[in-house]
């Protein structure tokens, strides 16, 4: 049938980037005062240990680069504008077609529009020489998570098709200290933010958990709440603090990339990757996962009856794959 050739065609993308890896480029600006700087550092190096032992990322794709560059082994240098051009020009030249490249963004913010920036070490980088640092990653999926203060006006001169676009807040205007980058670290550390419990956290669990937990922050301390994170993953320039998350899963509107990228590329634990057996069993998920994902997509093609019944076949075979993975993975 036309629609099984073109469901194949359309899985081909995904099942190729199964074996991809992410590059991951963690920067952490000026602190302002001790307090911030500690706390920045803090927040970065969790990222990066996640990346490492919990996605098995070699280290040569995972990059630190913070205030205090000598500050811990791990931190490849300090966050000077030139270290994090040089660092997304070597991503640039090694990186695969399909390579996840994913970057992040903790400090202060300011500036507005193509001005927006990142307090750095020396020269600042504004908006607009991101969005020249990325142009090269024309085939790559990009996360650009920009968890500084007045991040919002990042949000639309980054947006881009193929390209998740995360910012703690909706415009230059929110000034204030952000509490989002916290939680948003947490999720992506943590097993809290796991909303469907198949042992991943995406990009879009992160972000709705670290939302909503923003939100409760400031609801606790009685306070007027001064940020709201906005995500774009459809590169349409008008980011949501909502996202539908059951249309994502159909692959319709915001948040359709981000609940298929992961800090460390399919998101596949290091367990996995130390069991040909495991590994295998994850593999074959994330196959039929993508089956699922281009079955939705071509539904208006489809009969009624054909689909549901390849839907309910494919469901069939995702949960007794998740269940072998359980079993294998032990309590």
Not at 111 to 121: M, Q
Not at 216 to 226: D, F, K, P, S
Not at 295 to 312: I, N, V
Request: glycine share 8%; aromatic share 6%; net charge negative.
């Amino acid at each position: 049938m036309r629609w099984r050739a073109a469901l194949i065609a359309a899985a081909c993308p995904f099942l190729a980037a199964g074996a991809q890896s992410s590059h991951v480029l963690v920067v952490s600006g000026l602190g302002g005062e001790p307090r911030y700087s500690a706390e920045f550092r803090q927040w970065g190096l969790a990222l990066v240990d996640a990346a490492r032992s919990r996605y098995a990322l070699p280290d040569s794709d995972v990059v630190y680069l913070a205030e205090a560059g000598a500050a811990d082994a791990r931190i490849a240098g300090v966050s000077t504008r030139e270290n994090v051009a040089r660092t997304l020009q070597r991503f640039a030249q090694r990186a695969g077609a399909k390579d996840p490249i994913v970057v992040v963004l903790i400090g202060h913010g300011s500036g507005e529009g193509e001005d927006s920036r990142i307090s750095l070490p020396g020269p600042d980088l504004a908006a607009r020489d991101f969005a020249r640092l990325l142009a090269p990653f024309r085939s790559q999926p990009v996360a650009f998570i920009d968890m500084t203060s007045a991040s919002g006006d990042m949000l639309p001169v980054l947006a881009a098709p193929n390209r998740v676009v995360i910012t703690a807040t909706r415009s230059s205007f929110e000034r204030n200290e952000s509490v989002f980058a916290g939680y948003f670290v947490a999720a992506l550390t943590g097993d809290g933010a796991d909303t469907d419990k198949d042992g991943r956290v995406s990009l879009l669990e992160a972000f709705q958990y670290a939302a909503a937990e923003t939100a409760r922050h400031y609801e606790q301390e009685t306070r007027l709440q001064t940020e709201h994170a906005q995500l774009d993953d459809q590169g349409t320039r008008d980011g949501v603090a909502v996202v539908d998350a059951r249309a994502a899963a159909m692959g319709q509107g915001q948040g359709t990339l981000a609940r298929r990228l992961f800090l460390g590329g399919n998101g596949v634990p290091r367990a996995a990757l130390n069991d040909p057996r495991l590994a295998a069993l994850y593999q074959e998920r994330l196959a039929i996962e993508a089956r699922i994902d281009s079955l939705k997509q071509h539904k208006g093609t489809m009969a009624p009856a054909a689909y549901d019944s390849a839907l309910e076949d494919l469901l069939v075979q995702l949960s007794l794959k998740a269940k072998a993975i359980k079993e294998l993975e032990g309590p």
